[in-house]
Antibody
Framework: EVQLVESGGGLVQPGGSLRLSCAASGYTFSAYDMHWVRQVTGKGLEWVSSIGTADDTYYAGSVKGRFTISRDNAKMSLYLQMNSLRAGDTALYYC?????????WGQGTMVTVSS | QSVLTQPPSASGAPGQRVTISCSGSSPNIGGHSVHWYQHLPGTAPKLLIYSNDKRPSGVPDRFSGSKSGTSASLAISGLRSEDEAAYYCVVWDDSLRGHVFGGGTKLTVL
């Protein structure tokens, strides 16, 4: 059974940092691209970042230069290092497996940026 | 404001057919496959349609997708109350060098 379990969310002050993790199981982690997508409460979905099987990385303009995506295939884990956090980054962050579309989503971890 | 335009809302009676549009441009829909997601409150989004018109296993054939030029559509036939959800299109954008979501369409089953 495929599972994606996010962790690392929480309350952080503006300007602070957080590192999100996503533990994958039930499939060959290294064979899939991985993504982070977020949703502000009451708003739509926003793509944040992705990392390919060759470690190629991409970022939304709103997070470029502040967020860093990485993966550890041996640990079957995906990460998102978030620095210089802003109130606008407050959202539920989903970890996603992708091949033909985003075919499996975790349940999300909540990040709140507030003083 | 998203580069992909979806109507904010749609509605239909049980049993009816509704269509949700997703309008883009050459760097995105014009050159890449569109995927569609269903998002029920309190749950993770679910892939409904991938590569414009393909259904993952387990998705009923009441759901169908199409693409023409720089626009795509999701059609839902035989509407059911459990179809009441938000629906999103998503596609890669060459100009932005990233994926973009449509703003989402809230479907109400009357």
């Amino acid at each position: 059974e495929v599972q994606l379990v996010e962790s690392g969310g929480g309350l952080v002050q503006p300007g602070g940092s957080l590192r999100l993790s996503c533990a994958a199981s039930g499939y060959t982690f290294s064979a899939y691209d991985m993504h982070w997508v977020r949703q502000v409460t009451g708003k739509g979905l926003e793509w944040v970042s992705s990392i390919g099987t060759a470690d190629d990385t991409y970022y939304a303009g709103s997070v470029k230069g502040r967020f860093t995506i990485s993966r550890d295939n041996a640990k079957m884990s995906l990460y998102l290092q978030m620095n210089s956090l802003r109130a606008g980054d407050t959202a539920l962050y989903y970890c996603i497996r992708a091949r033909d579309g985003f075919d499996f989503w975790g349940q999300g971890t909540m990040v709140t940026v507030s003083s | 404001q998203s580069v992909l335009t979806q109507p904010p809302s749609a509605s239909g009676a049980p049993g009816q057919r509704v269509t949700i549009s997703c309008s883009g441009s050459s760097p995105n829909i014009g050159g890449h496959s569109v995927h569609w997601y269903q998002h029920l409150p309190g749950t993770a989004p679910k892939l409904l349609i991938y590569s414009n018109d393909k259904r993952p296993s387990g998705v009923p054939d009441r759901f169908s997708g199409s693409k023409s030029g720089t626009s795509a559509s999701l059609a839902i036939s035989g509407l059911r109350s459990e179809d009441e959800a938000a629906y999103y299109c998503v596609v890669w954008d060459d100009s932005l060098r990233g994926h973009v979501f449509g703003g989402g369409t809230k479907l109400t089953v009357l």
